[in-house]
């Protein structure tokens, strides 16, 4: 590799930072997946360097939807820190990202640290609520274009998530439907099926694979369990908004 983990984390800290739009880093490194996850941890390190707070994790490519939409097939994960949150009905600033797209998702809460793998009868006891939420990804790379080492550094796209109002738990999720609606028309449309055939099967992929990764999922954090739909290019005027069946709606305004 010609460019360090820290050097190539502080290349997309600052490209996230000037919304700039980069050349991928793979066409000219020689990146490993682990490496890959190395830089991530790199880049939110420089963000958590400057006072943010790491709030959750966000699963990507739950869905099939998604997958076609940038040709990558395989799960990922990535850091939600304390700026990339919005309020419900907040403004996100065009001029802060490099090409926006908003997503329609479903987040969990967790109530008590997870210190290992869960299966489906121990949910209860480490997640107290569920909301529908909008997840705003903006590939730092050129074009949106990436492979699945370059999305894996670039904390996989993540930029932005705006939560709706937090329910019990007891949502089972089954045949939810959930869209992406963009100044009243419905641009999106899917199930909560359509991720890994149920949300929950999501956060429990999460408690296996941050397991494996060392990685710990803490009382208090937001997990995010992946877009059940393509997302969708946001534009100056555009009030976005996702509703879901038994969760009710979250929302965003573009400036
Ligand atoms: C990568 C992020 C994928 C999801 O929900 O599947 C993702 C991307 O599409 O740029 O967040
Ligand atoms: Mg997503």
Redesign the pocket.
Known sequence: MSKSILELAKHLDSAAINADAVPQISIDQELSIADAYKVQVASIDQRLGRGEKLLGY??????KA?ME??GVNEL?WGRLTSNMELKDGAALELSKYVHPRA?P?VAFRISQDIPEVLTEADIPNYVDAVCAAI?I?D?RYKD?KFSLED?IADN???TGYVLGEWLTAENKFDHLSISLEVNGEVVQSGSTDDILGNPWNSFLEATRIFKREGIELKKGMVLLA??ATP?VFLKAGDEVKTTCDGLGEVGLLVK
């Open positions: 966000k699963m990507g490519f739950t869905s998604k939409q940038m990922i997503e998702e997840e990804i590939s949106f999305v996989c796209s993540s992946g877009a997302a």
